[in-house]
């Protein structure tokens, strides 16, 4: 669980605030250069999956990166 993780990380910054949004998944194919963002977290819920596709355009410009609100 990457919240769960990172949260136990940024213990160090005590005034800092960390929530979790919402969860799904990635899949990454790196020789088609594409990544599919979809389902959600059973604990979190379901993340805006079109703010996850637009961070990750900024980094993997040159990837055919969609999501879908469907499940697993």
Do not use: C, F, M, W
């Not at 005590?14 to 020789?31: F, K, N, Q, Y």
């Not at 389902?39 to 990837?63: C, F, I, N, R």
């Amino acid at each position: 669980n990457v919240y769960e993780e990172t949260t136990k990380q940024l213990k160090q910054y005590p005034d800092l605030e960390v929530e979790s949004l919402g969860g799904g998944r990635i899949l990454h194919d790196p020789e088609k250069k594409s990544i599919k963002v979809y389902g959600y977290s059973q604990g979190y819920g379901k993340a805006d999956h079109q703010v996850s596709v637009e961070l990750l355009k900024k980094k993997y410009t040159d990837y055919d990166i969609t999501y879908s609100d469907d499940g697993y």
